[in-house]
């Protein structure tokens, strides 16, 4: 169990970790931890904030360090699958036309574009984000991250190959599924019972968000690829980033 939480953090981070082997053995409940990693991105965002608001920075600064952290702790491995989906997306191809854009190892336009776009209305709404906004969305990494999990041990995938089918091959389905359920539950009774409207909104939009990845996965890709895990997670958190901010203020 110790070494597929090391796992997790070695491959959905970029946290110094003891090296770990890549076998079904310790991926079998590596994925009962990625909600961990949102909780450590969680806690160094509100650990951060209330350290650079309390010695008196500007709320731009504030913004441009809160913005880039969670790429910083993850090391962009979602915003790389984000970028891939959005060229493959915008590709208005086959199915098989869009899973072999995703495994293309260079970007497209689309890909610059989507990112550019993403990362300033992130960093809006981090600006406009009061504290209730930002300490509420702060509990949303988890939530991403516990249905993201889920979805791999749940959705189907595209390719019977990568990443995403290894982890989810090698997992003890039923316990995983459990698990990532309990937490997303307990995370979500946190914050509607800790930020109150502010909060179930957050909770409403990542599930809402589930949904649609869902829907399009299937449509679009015949399933899901950890390509498509990267580009739900960071749609689920730039959906329940906005919701904190317009709610918690």
């Not at 010695?55 to 915003?79: E, N, R, S």
């Not at 504290?131 to 189907?156: D, E, M, N, Y």
Request: hydrophobic share 50%; aromatic share 16%.
């Amino acid at each position: 169990m110790l070494n597929s939480f090391f796992m997790a953090l070695s491959m959905f981070s970029k946290l110094p970790v003891p090296e770990i082997d890549f076998d079904k053995a310790n991926m079998k409940y590596a994925l009962c931890f990625f909600p961990v990693i949102g909780l450590i991105i969680g806690f160094f965002q509100c650990l951060i904030y209330t350290f650079l608001k309390y010695a008196g920075f500007g709320d731009l600064f504030v913004a441009c360090i809160i913005t880039v952290l969670p790429v910083l702790i993850t090391g962009g491995i979602h915003i790389d699958g984000f970028m891939d989906t959005s060229d493959a997306r915008k590709s208005y191809g086959s199915k098989e036309k869009k899973l072999k854009i995703l495994s293309d190892p260079h970007i497209g336009a689309f890909s610059v574009i989507s990112i550019i776009v993403y990362m300033i209305v992130y960093f809006g709404a981090v600006y406009q984000a009061g504290p209730k906004g930002i300490f509420a969305f702060a509990k949303c990494f988890i939530l991403s991250r516990a249905l993201s999990g889920f979805a791999a041990v749940t959705f189907k995938c595209a390719k019977k190959e990568g990443l995403l089918f290894t982890f989810a091959d090698s997992a003890d389905v039923e316990f995983t599924r459990s698990v990532l359920v309990a937490i997303f539950v307990l995370t979500a009774l946190w914050l509607i019972l800790k930020d109150g409207k502010c909060g179930f909104v957050c909770v409403l939009s990542t599930l809402c968000v589930f949904g649609y990845y869902r829907y399009f996965s299937y449509n679009e890709f015949g399933g899901i690829t950890g390509d498509l895990e990267g580009y739900f997670l960071q749609i689920c958190e730039l959906a329940a980033l906005l919701c904190a901010t317009v709610f918690g203020r």
